[in-house]
């Protein structure tokens, strides 16, 4: 490899996995930003390979530097470090593991490889002496990573409050902002280009059930695993639940949350009531925000575009500035991030916080008498209940409760008992509220 | 040094200048978190030596450690890693040279040394192949000096906004909040512990030009002094110009601004006018945000709690593992963090923004023309008027103006004219506006 090669005219070779946007973006910035590389890595750092699916397709990067073989890069003694950003599960999961294998660095933006299989890549790199950096992955170039490896390291870390979908973050800014109803703002948000022809893993929650567990597992020293990740999506939103949430004084967002208590970790992504005065509360549109809490430095946020181009592109460049530091000092090795022993992931049920129930009842008396009652008996006390004049023609009344903190297994009996209820026509919705 | 013993038994040595708030509570945490610290640093970080003034007085330390003797610091050959938190310029910037001299790593949370001084003991440090971290001096635990070192270097970083002063964010957010003038929200906020008894450096927005000057010489790679930061305090802020702010949708902080066009740096402290919606306008209390604008990350935000012993520790802890971590890999240097040439410092007469005027005037026909031709002379337009219904005792009445963007030289010398005219008894208010 050429930083085994002496003197100051070393460069580092880079091998680029993946010509998309994100990719194209890199290669215009490791081209055009050459001499702040330099004077910052001790020396150039030069794009030596490319690996595209398509070679005949028209691209602005010379064509001697495409290739269609995956070989090319992994078996090229100049690449030093191997940047993917292909994306999804295979093959990229297979290449990072390949060019760990044949002692090359990986910068790598891929999310769901880091969450599911982060672990095991961090420990094969520590083995073979080299360094997997994946600032990208999470909250497209805003610093998360770095701040939770090394700025924050010092602190106890209690809870993490995180938007970081901002396709969710955007539909949900249309629901409380235009009064749309979820569908309507979800198609806007596709014509828009914020969300994909299938959005399921966005509005679902899983991409931000994948950043969570890169997240919780830096924070907490421990290993979070994506299916740890309790996992409810935006879709039953209702622009009813928008207009009370102001009323309560709330703002309704997609939260991944996490937090640790005794050894424990509660992981969970939902959308949730949050007191409107938060300033997460004002996180609109794509944007996204990690709001962190620590021992020493207590509340402290992190605010930025979450996706795109351009920010993924920072992030990768700067991953790729700290390696060639390293391999031009002839570092070897980096601290590693985890914990030697696994905390408990604590789990639903066992979670304890304030609910918002929106429900239909038959407009009869003594209904609220039932639906305190079937609350009361799991010893869930109500803080507010608003009713509002019922529908003449349907004689149905729309009524909702919010609870003072309570566990969440009480809570889900609670809410059979009030379905079974013959006056309750329908529970219409369910939210947690953070406060 | 104890960093040339090899093998996994070697320890790294502090010597701590200073125990003040601060410095206990750095001694605390490097004693209650060794166990982090360890497993980060890859060895121990054993403080051997604490400096103080007064050595009678009682203190939750070890005896021992304890010395009113700088030598028995600088001259420790045991001690690796020299950790000043003195505060203020003397004596803490000769021993931090004395210490760089003597071949010691430095950690500082100096604000007043590293605006005066930082370039020249970068340098310093560079030649004796040892480090200087300094993220403790801006922010307090808020990682922003790695981030503009570090996460951001790809960028081509164009303008800062920044909240850097928690005692003036207090009395601003105090009046504006509870309608306070500024003598009473300066005494609550001393009453509080927010500002010192001497607030002057503080309220005349010295405090924020040195983190400024901190901050912009990262971020645009020159050398900014705090000399070179334009400078105006919040002490003239009224209870009126709020109300006004209000009105108008704008809040009023007091922003530190940086911005490069051109290879030309502008760096200047005053209250602002931002607007409301702006997520900076939404930072209140003590707390600090620090907003970068990068072509490739886009708006970036930073917040969370700007000073006090605990982030304070923090970000001085996480300095001090990082340099362990280096010691331990035996690595010496670092990557130089400005620019060889100096880029120039735009003066404040050069720099073109939007301006409110609030004004007292004799309620006489014809004084809004006379007002406005001042303005039209110097090519200024007015965006927008308010005036109230005049005192009828006084026959005064109160007018307000904002401006097109124009160059502040122009505004000056309409100023100046704006004064002369007969009916207008007072330029009250002068505050530019950002947005």
Same mark, same amino acid.
């Given at each position: 490899?050429?930083?085994?090669?002496?003197?100051?005219?070393?460069?580092?070779?880079?091998g680029?996995?993946?010509?998309?946007?994100?990719?194209?973006?890199?290669?215009?910035?490791?081209?055009?930003?050459?001499?702040?590389?330099?004077?910052?890595?001790?020396?150039?750092?030069?794009?030596?390979k490319?690996?595209?699916?398509?070679?005949?397709?028209?691209?602005?990067?010379?064509?001697?530097?495409?290739?269609?073989r995956v070989e090319d890069i992994m078996g090229d003694p100049e690449i030093?470090?191997?940047?993917?950003?292909?994306?999804?599960?295979?093959?990229?999961?297979?290449?990072?593991?390949q060019?760990?294998?044949r002692?090359k660095?990986?910068?790598?933006?891929?999310?769901?490889?880091?969450?599911?299989?982060?672990?095991?890549?961090?420990?094969?790199?520590?083995?073979?002496?080299?360094?997997?950096?994946?600032?990208?992955?999470?909250?497209?170039?805003?610093?998360?990573?770095?701040?939770?490896?090394?700025?924050?390291?010092?602190?106890?870390?209690?809870?993490?409050?995180?938007?970081?979908?901002?396709?969710?973050?955007?539909?949900?800014?249309?629901?409380?902002?235009?009064?749309?109803?979820?569908?309507?703002?979800?198609?806007?948000?596709?014509?828009?280009?914020?969300?994909?022809?299938?959005?399921?893993?966005?509005?679902?929650?899983?991409?931000?059930?994948?950043?969570?567990?890169?997240?919780?597992?830096?924070?907490?020293?421990?290993?979070?695993?994506?299916?740890?990740?309790?996992?409810?999506? =935006? !879709?039953?939103?209702?622009?009813?639940?928008?207009?009370? *949430? %102001?009323? @309560? &004084?709330?703002?309704?967002?997609?939260? $991944?949350?996490?937090?640790?208590?005794?050894?424990?970790?509660?992981?969970?992504?939902?959308?949730?009531?949050?007191?409107?005065?938060?300033?997460?509360?004002?996180?609109?549109?794509?944007?996204?925000?990690?709001?962190?809490?620590?021992?020493?430095?207590?509340?402290?946020?992190?605010?930025?575009?979450?996706?795109?181009?351009?920010?993924?592109?920072?992030?990768?460049?700067?991953?790729?500035?700290?390696?060639?530091?390293?391999?031009?000092?002839?570092?070897?090795?980096?601290?590693?991030?985890?914990?030697?022993?696994?905390?408990?992931?604590?789990?639903?049920?066992?979670?304890?916080?304030?609910?918002?129930?929106?429900?239909? =009842? !038959?407009?009869?008396?003594?209904?609220?008498?039932?639906? *305190? %009652?079937? @609350? &009361?008996?799991?010893?869930?006390?109500? $803080?507010?209940?608003?009713?509002?004049?019922?529908?003449?023609?349907?004689?149905?009344?729309?009524?909702?409760?919010?609870?003072?903190?309570?566990?969440?297994?009480?809570?889900?009996?609670?809410?059979?008992?009030?379905?079974?209820?013959?006056?309750?026509?329908?529970?219409?919705?369910?939210?947690?509220?953070?406060?």
């Amino acid at each position: 490899m050429s930083s085994e090669v002496a003197g100051s005219q070393m460069s580092i070779g880079i091998g680029l996995m993946g010509l998309g946007k994100v990719g194209g973006r890199v290669a215009k910035v490791l081209q055009d930003r050459s001499e702040v590389i330099v004077q910052q890595a001790g020396c150039p750092s030069i794009l030596k390979k490319v690996l595209v699916h398509d070679p005949a397709k028209k691209r602005d990067i010379d064509f001697h530097l495409i290739t269609t073989r995956v070989e090319d890069i992994m078996g090229d003694p100049e690449i030093d470090i191997v940047v993917e950003v292909i994306g999804g599960e295979h093959p990229a999961w297979e290449y990072i593991k390949q060019a760990i294998f044949r002692g090359k660095h990986v910068v790598t933006a891929n999310k769901e490889v880091m969450a599911k299989h982060g672990v095991e890549l961090l420990a094969l790199a520590r083995e073979h002496e080299v360094d997997i950096l994946y600032e990208a992955s999470v909250g497209g170039g805003i610093p998360l990573i770095t701040p939770l490896r090394q700025d924050l390291v010092a602190n106890k870390i209690s809870t993490i409050y995180a938007i970081i979908n901002g396709t969710t973050n955007h539909i949900l800014t249309m629901m409380s902002k235009e009064g749309l109803s979820f569908s309507p703002a979800l198609r806007q948000a596709q014509q828009l280009g914020y969300a994909e022809a299938n959005p399921s893993d966005d509005i679902e929650g899983r991409d931000a059930a994948y950043k969570l567990a890169i997240l919780a597992s830096l924070a907490f020293h421990t290993i979070v695993r994506p299916e740890d990740v309790y996992c409810e999506g =935006i !879709a039953f939103l209702d622009e009813h639940d928008f207009r009370y *949430a %102001k009323e @309560l &004084g709330y703002a309704i967002k997609l939260l $991944a949350i996490a937090k640790e208590r005794n050894d424990s970790v509660e992981v969970r992504v939902h959308p949730v009531f949050i007191p409107a005065e938060f300033l997460l509360a004002k996180v609109d549109g794509v944007y996204n925000a990690v709001q962190v809490e620590g021992d020493l430095v207590g509340k402290m946020l992190f605010y930025g575009e979450g996706a795109g181009a351009l920010p993924t592109s920072s992030a990768i460049v700067a991953d790729i500035i700290s390696l060639a530091q390293k391999i031009n000092l002839k570092v070897k090795g980096s601290p590693w991030p985890l914990s030697s022993y696994c905390k408990t992931i604590t789990p639903i049920s066992e979670i304890e916080t304030r609910y918002y129930i929106r429900m239909s =009842i !038959a407009d009869h008396p003594g209904v609220l008498a039932q639906i *305190a %009652k079937a @609350l &009361g008996d799991h010893l869930i006390s109500i $803080a507010s209940v608003i009713q509002k004049e019922s529908e003449v023609s349907t004689q149905t009344a729309e009524i909702v409760i919010m609870t003072y903190p309570a566990k969440e297994k009480a809570m889900q009996q609670a809410l059979k008992e009030m379905e079974k209820i013959a006056v309750v026509k329908e529970i219409a919705s369910f939210i947690r509220v953070e406060a």
